[in-house]
């Protein structure tokens, strides 16, 4: 079993539309979580860091529930720039940070 | 915000040379760096973790001697892809850490290689 894990998708879905991710993570000691943004033939770059009381940024909200094991990205009123793959990333208690395959959203117009 | 800055961004070379490819934290010092390597529509895979003034801790299946890592300095690792094969080719992304827990990885913008 991968120690991270998502669902790849893709998720296609309408300009505007609510869409949320969910990651699931295997390592209880797990100490910090994120979601990076990977577009096409790009790096990542860092989305938002998860906390444990949950987090906002504009239209992005985060939140971890450790008794479940998972975090979830919840995107409201999507954009087309919205488009990319979303990384889930995990470090662990070996301070290891280890990556989830991504999930890819499409937003049509 | 921090960066990190890779080079070269794309290399085109033929087959049974070396490339190497550098790493460098531009605004902090990075204790650990990191090698990854994405084949088309995958996800990233860790190759190897080096940290400053010792060797890289290798993952499993990949080859320490095909892939060398320098890491000489808080601001800079080298990877070093030795005789490289069509098979070599893919995208390789450095990212680099403080060392602090919960802090996350910045990543440089991707080398994509190339063997002919």
């Known amino acids: 079993r991968k120690e991270v894990e998502q669902d790849p998708g893709p998720f296609n879905v309408p300009e505007g539309a609510t869409v949320a991710f969910n990651c699931t993570y295997s390592?209880?000691?797990?100490?910090?979580f994120f979601w990076y943004r990977q577009d096409c033939r790009k790096e990542p770059k860092l989305l938002m860091s998860?906390?444990?009381s949950g987090n906002e940024d504009g239209r992005f909200t985060a939140q971890l529930n450790r008794a479940s094991q998972y975090i979830s990205l919840l995107i409201r009123d999507s954009k087309l720039s919205d488009s990319a793959t979303y990384l889930c990333?995990?470090?662990?208690?070996?301070?290891?940070?280890?990556f989830g395959a991504g999930t890819r959203l499409t937003v049509k117009p | 915000g921090a960066v990190v800055s890779q080079h070269p961004s794309w290399v085109i070379c033929k087959s049974g040379t070396s490339v190497k490819i550098e790493c460098r934290s531009l605004?902090?010092?990075?204790?650990?760096m990191f090698w990854y390597r994405q084949f088309p529509k995958q996800s990233l895979m860790l190759m190897a973790t080096?940290?400053?003034?010792?060797?890289?801790?290798?993952e499993q299946g990949v080859e320490k001697d095909k892939f060398l890592i320098n890491h000489a300095s808080l601001t800079l690792s080298t990877l070093t892809v030795t005789s490289a094969h069509p098979e070599d080719s893919s995208f390789y992304i450095c990212?680099?850490?403080?060392?602090?827990?919960?802090?996350?990885?910045?990543f440089g913008d991707g080398t994509r290689l190339s063997i002919l």
């Open positions: 990212s680099a850490e403080t060392g602090h827990s919960n802090q996350p990885q910045h």
């Open positions: 390592n209880s000691a797990s100490q910090s």
């Open positions: 998860v906390y444990s």
């Open positions: 990333v995990v470090r662990n208690n070996n301070n290891d940070m280890r």
């Open positions: 605004d902090f010092q990075a204790t650990t």
């Open positions: 080096s940290n400053e003034g010792s060797k890289a801790t290798y």
